[in-house]
């Protein structure tokens, strides 16, 4: 990794979710070949980066703690996501998981929402956190925004039809990572619940 730019401005980034928010919801993906991206996800990721946003996934895997996942097979799948994202012209930024459960492990501040993922991510690839969007299926991938300044979006795919009575105030519902990109860029109405 490059060192940071000091005299370099903080960009913002999308914090985005990546189960039942950029692929398909599988229950403890392990196999590669499970991977299937939402509709309208890349091309939204896409709009993102060419819009100045720095494109982080930032991801529980607490089946990692459960051992219904080992470590290489979230990473086989990490790098699955990676590959068909590229072959839409898109390149991450970078990917955060926490792999613990507190049940099993005990607390961590990585899992969501807790914040060290994205303070980590804001340190290594200089990001604004406050000017930065929290996009995901549950609260607890777009409750960051509310300690950290910045916008949540709460998707509906995956989990978020079930979560969306949770909802923090100030967050947007969309209907999917496609409708969340229209709202932050501006091509679409929508009020904050």
């Known amino acids: 990794m490059q060192p940071l730019d000091v005299n370099r401005p903080l960009r913002p980034a999308a914090f985005v979710d990546r189960d039942g928010t950029?692929?398909?919801?599988?229950?403890?993906?392990?196999?590669?070949?499970?991977?299937?991206?939402?509709?309208g996800a890349a091309q939204a990721l896409r709009a993102l980066a060419e819009a100045g946003y720095a494109l982080v996934?930032?991801?529980?895997?607490?089946?990692?703690?459960?051992?219904?996942?080992?470590?290489?097979?979230?990473?086989?799948?990490?790098?699955r996501v990676?590959?068909?994202?590229?072959?839409?012209?898109?390149?991450?930024?970078?990917v955060y998981?926490?792999?613990?459960?507190?049940?099993?492990?005990?607390?961590?501040?990585c899992r969501k929402p807790g914040l060290a993922l994205y303070e980590r991510a804001a340190r290594e690839l200089g990001l604004d956190l406050a000017r930065s969007i929290?996009?995901?299926?549950?609260?607890?991938?777009?409750?960051p925004a509310m300690k950290l300044g910045g916008r949540g979006y709460l998707v509906l795919t995956g989990h978020g039809a079930e979560e969306s009575a949770r909802v923090p105030p100030g967050t947007f519902v969309a209907?999917?990572?496609?409708?969340?990109?229209?709202?932050?860029?501006?091509?679409a109405g929508g009020s904050g619940r």
């Open 22 to 39: 950029i692929i398909q919801e599988r229950h403890y993906l392990a196999d590669p070949a499970g991977v299937e991206l939402i509709d």
């Open 134 to 143: 929290y996009i995901g299926d549950k609260v607890s991938d777009v409750a």
């Open 175 to 187: 209907a999917d990572l496609r409708d969340a990109v229209s709202r932050v860029l501006g091509r």
């Open 57 to 79: 996934v930032v991801t529980n895997q607490s089946g990692i703690a459960r051992g219904r996942i080992r470590p290489e097979q979230y990473e086989a799948v990490r790098e």
């Open 97 to 109: 998981h926490c792999p613990h459960h507190p049940e099993i492990t005990g607390p961590c501040e």
């Open 82 to 94: 990676g590959e068909i994202l590229a072959a839409e012209g898109v390149t991450l930024d970078g």
